[in-house]
């Protein structure tokens, strides 16, 4: 009974996500066109002054589209956690986040359903991507796009979890775009998304460091190698590792004892 | 003890603070079954962090708050399930649809497809709104969609109900729909209210009064109890008193 519980709840955040995202078209369209424009103008302007060699999982020379094609699926995956992050201040700030607090069931629990709600929308604009990308020429082989799919949840739960994790710190909507400028842009750029790590190790030590360490890196290789069959089992377990520790965080973050309710200073009572 | 005996709510010895502004100081109060509380009190007094504490929203450590019998903080779970909330904001999705505001809260409070149907069908049409069940809340104005949240705050048939500032920015008629309908509930059903108001004229003759001014508890009682202690005539005299004196 208790267990039907859960899964009902689980049911109803996944289903009212889906819904909203479906009524906001405009989101749908927006989260594809930035990758696109990565795809078909950046990439294709780069192709030639950024030359990548073989490197795996890849076996021969690549076209530059090819390389950024995981990064990008990253980018979807980065952009749809934050972009949950901010719908839950925004719902915190609207107070529709109540009706879910509320609820008769751990506070941890609804937040993970939250994050695979999230998740489950990122993956369905990371598909559709893929599938835009297919018809560019941009294939992968086809069991790689069924190997693909644990990687782009355990990434895009991990993203959503720093998202969440944000969420729960940031104190209002206004104070939301800075940290996204400082979250995504130093994510994206100081990461393999868009150049490999020894590309980065050649301009700057520093870099190569910050962009080896950084989750996202790890992340985009996770995909990568899943696109084409293969297991990267660092990868692996550095985005998993990165996952429980923004989850467990963000879940701190949300206690109603020690959490971001309370110190927020209250409501005008 | 019978089930009925028990008080859907009972607060006691509660305090809390914002840093050092005490927001709470040591309130305590009980609301019986079938018995409607208003909850009076100026702006600023207090209310709305009660009801963030009862909600579990935010966690005090002094003092107790049961639900039905269920400590908050001990069986928090077991005590959510006999609360439903009306917040003094809107906590509708405006994008979906009445059904689907109303499907979503009955899953999160586990009911299965059919009961969820049968439970919204009853809510609404009690409140002569299932015939636009199919519109998106966006459609629907304040009054309504109010109602709307009523209904969604009863579906899983709670104890108490929690009400805070419901008819703020709504124009006379739909305030006055609104406030006999919670009555009516309370007399009808057997439900315990909690109605949270600055609003004199929202008070019955048979209401119960709880005064919280700047945190603490004024009176407590029904309307003749408290018009004697503050010898007062008229409840908006005894609030007025209540909150004069004491500030």
Redesign the interface.
Known sequence: MRL???L??L???M??EL??FV??RERFVSALVRPLVWLFIFAAGFRSTLGVAIIPPYETYILYEVYITPGLLGMILLFNGMQSSLSMVYDRE???M?????????RWYLLIDKLLAGVLVAVLQAYTFLLIAWFYDIQAPLEGYLSVLPALVLSGLMLGALGLLLSSFVKQLENFAGVMNFVIFPMFFLSTALYPLWKIQESSELLYTLASYNPFSQAVELIRFALYGQFNLYACIYTSVALIVFLIIAIIGYN??RGM??RK????? | MTLNATPALTVAGLSYAYGKKKALDRVSFAVAPGECTILLGPNGAGKTTLFSLITRLYDSREGRILIAGHDVRKEFSRALAQLGVVFQQTTLDLDLTVLQNLHYHASLHGLSRRRADARIREELERQGMFERRKEKVRQLNGGHRRRVEIARALLHEPRLLLLDEPTVGLDVPSRKAIVDYVHRLCSDSGIAVLWATHLIDEIYENDRLVVLHKGAVRADGSIPEVLKTTGAETVGDAFHRLTREAA
């Open positions: 039907m519980h859960y009902r709840a049911r109803g955040i289903a009212r819904l909203r009524h906001q609207m107070g529709s109540k009706t879910l607090l509320v609820c008769p069931l751990p109603p004892s309710m309370q200073g209250g409501p005008a009572a």
